[in-house]
């Protein structure tokens, strides 16, 4: 079992950066995927990005591509999420989230995922 504990949310203008950080407990981690999703009020969870166990593989949500980056530290337990050029659209709950299937890839479906963090707030101001 790993615990996920997502920090690195805040406040914004548009145009900004943000990088959030999830760290997981437990040893393997390193066998997990790791997905990020986020969360509007009154919309549903969505997914915003994906990393394999290796991080050699990546996928992201049409509406970050070019803007987030997703990445990884096995040796640190830590998965990353660098926002870059954020939007208000952006703002929302992110959740960090560990796959712990092995598959084909990465998924992009939430139920896919076994662990998640508690949610760190993000918030982009026009």
């Known amino acids: 079992q790993v615990q996920l504990v997502d920090t690195g949310g805040g406040l914004v203008q548009a145009g900004g950066s943000l990088r959030l950080s999830c760290a997981a407990s437990?040893?393997?981690?390193?066998?997990?995927?790791m997905g990020w999703f986020r969360q509007a009020p009154g919309k549903e969870r969505i997914f915003i990005a994906a990393?394999?166990?290796?991080?050699?593989?990546?996928n992201y949500a049409d509406s970050v591509k070019g803007r987030f980056t997703i990445s990884r530290d096995n040796a640190k337990n830590t998965v990353y999420l660098q926002m870059n050029g954020l939007k208000p659209e952006d703002t929302a709950v992110y959740y960090c989230?560990?796959?712990?299937?092995?598959?084909?890839?990465?998924?992009?479906?939430?139920?896919?995922?076994?662990?998640w963090g508690q949610g760190t707030q993000v918030t982009v101001s026009s």
């Open positions: 989230a560990a796959d712990s299937t092995e598959r084909v890839g990465v998924s992009i479906y939430a139920d896919h995922y076994h662990y």
């Open positions: 990393i394999s166990a290796s991080g050699d593989s990546t």
């Open positions: 437990g040893r393997t981690f390193s066998t997990y995927a």
